[in-house]
């Protein structure tokens, strides 16, 4: 890291802050990534003292060890709190002072503003820190975290109005799965290994299926979650970068702004979705009747028709996808909890062998990380039978003494470093955007009925035969 910096947190009551911002900082500061003398100011509405904001701060924190216990302690002694409003000049002028003052203990020359903040305030918050906290020839940076607007419109005001107020290399947009361990090896498992690269494409692959499972409903979110529902909340941002990088040409090097360049461009050839493309689906009571159903929370308007399942096909028209369906599948209040990659490929022509199933490269994003290759092989044996079986490399059993970090410690290590290549830049959110405004559109009219799914199923009723349609073949059968 080329700078000190002075860390502040806009937003330190809130969940996140709590549960990723502060949980990755101390993870870095204890792993001597952050500088030993970087100060983290928290700043929210809230009023609170010392004591209960390290209580905040700690509460995510796993401490395992004496070591992590004296850590943990050093890092408090680093971070402090003010409460403020924030449109008010007056608040962010006493932040000023404050961060003045840290600056001058700790020789800080640079400020990292996280903004840890619901949409609403995003805009307010940016202008009160212009205003009153920005310092030329003081390198500044921004990490804003989605959601960037509800569809191309707001979301390109939101760009034009953050825009002029900071400038893109200022801007830092999380998408918290681009620091996931296994979405970060993509370009390696690509483009440094001959046997993936070289089959890598629709003459080899026939579909490709990327999906996102978890058990817990909305859970007291049911307020935020109803405004946006399952496909902006996962599937615009979270899959769709997943998507990019499965797909994109080999960037010309790992710079920023050539991976980029060719994230924008995959985008960029995928037509919006159309409606036939797309099954919805609506979490209800679990079959016992002890788990609620979506309608169940209070928070959740009556009647709601908020899609907390989504699995839709998007196409990519170049040279290296034509015709390949990219199916993309994710919910809620399913029966596990799982992100992967399945990249299935076509049938073995001739007829040599029958009962075969396809190959799939298969990238467990998370848990347990993992890559595997699923492949025809002789059943052991007289006889020449087909068994399908796994080439697997389980990260638990290769690696088993590295610690996989954190995604948010991976993306504040990159922002302090000031490398931009795991951060959304603002065409490509203009890209995505694109691909799911007419759909959502369509969908937030109530068009589109959900199909109700019990809590802790494997979703709506209606997946198999669409994931089917979409080129998915479930291959040998016993
Ligand atoms: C967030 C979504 O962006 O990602 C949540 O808003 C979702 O609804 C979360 O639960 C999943 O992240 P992870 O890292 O737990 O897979």
């Known amino acids: 890291v080329k700078h000190l910096y002075t860390v502040v947190v806009l937003g330190a009551s809130g969940d996140l802050a709590k549960k990723k911002t502060f949980p990755a900082l101390f993870g870095l500061y204890k792993n001597k990534y952050l500088d030993q003398k970087t100060h983290i100011i928290g700043y929210a509405r809230t009023k609170m003292d010392q004591a209960t904001f390290e209580g905040h701060v700690s509460k995510y924190i796993k401490i395992k060890t004496e070591e992590d216990k004296a850590a943990l302690s050093q890092f408090l002694k680093l971070c402090s709190y003010q409460d403020g409003q924030y449109d008010k000049d007056q608040d962010f002028q006493v932040l000023e002072k404050e961060i003045q003052d840290v600056e001058k203990t700790s020789g800080a020359t640079a400020r990292l503003f996280y903004m840890a903040l619901p949409p609403s305030v995003f805009i307010p918050v940016a202008t009160s820190l212009k205003k009153n906290n920005y310092r030329k020839g003081v390198v500044t940076r921004l990490i804003v975290e989605k959601p960037f607007g509800m569809d191309l419109d707001s979301s390109r005001k939101l760009a034009k109005e953050l825009g002029a107020l900071f400038t893109e290399e200022e801007i830092y947009r999380i998408d918290h799965y681009l620091g996931k361990e296994m979405v970060k090896n993509l370009m390696i498992l690509r483009f440094a290994n001959v046997i993936f690269g070289s089959v890598w494409n629709r003459h080899s692959i026939d579909n490709i299926q990327i999906t996102f499972k978890e058990k817990i409903g909305t859970e007291g979110r049911g ?106 599948k994710c919910g809620k209040a399913l029966d596990q909890q799982k992100t992967e990659i399945r990249i299935q490929f076509k049938d073995v022509s001739g007829s040599l062998f029958t009962n075969l199933s396809r190959n799939e490269i298969v990238i467990r994003v998370q848990p347990n990380e993992a890559v595997y290759v699923k492949m025809m092989n002789k059943e052991p044996g007289l006889g020449m039978k087909t068994i399908i079986s796994d080439l697997d490399l389980s990260y638990s059993s290769r690696f088993n003494d590295s610690v996989i970090p954190e995604a948010y410690e991976s993306l504040i290590l990159d922002a302090l470093n000031e490398d931009h290549s795991n951060f959304v830049r603002d065409d490509e959110l203009d890209a995505a955007w694109k691909i799911f405004t007419p759909i959502l559109k369509t969908i937030d009219q109530g068009e589109i009925d959900p199909t109700v799914y019990a809590f802790g199923s494997r979703g709506p009723e209606g997946v198999s035969e669409f994931v089917a349609k979409h080129g998915y073949s479930r291959g040998q059968q016993e």
């Open 223 to 328: 307020g935020y979650f109803d405004e946006f529902g399952i496909i902006r909340d996962v599937m615009q941002n979270h899959l769709l970068q997943i998507l990019t990088l499965v797909a994109m040409e080999p960037p010309v090097s790992l710079g920023a702004e050539d991976v980029r360049d060719e994230k924008v461009k995959v985008l960029r050839v995928i037509p919006p979705i159309e409606k036939e493309d797309v099954l919805l689906g609506q979490y209800g009571k679990s079959v016992d009747g002890k788990e609620p159903g979506y309608l169940d929370d209070k928070t959740v308007p009556k009647g709601s028709k908020t899609p907390t399942y989504a699995a839709a096909t998007l196409y990519i028209h170049n040279e290296r996808w034509s015709g390949v369906p990219f199916v993309l």
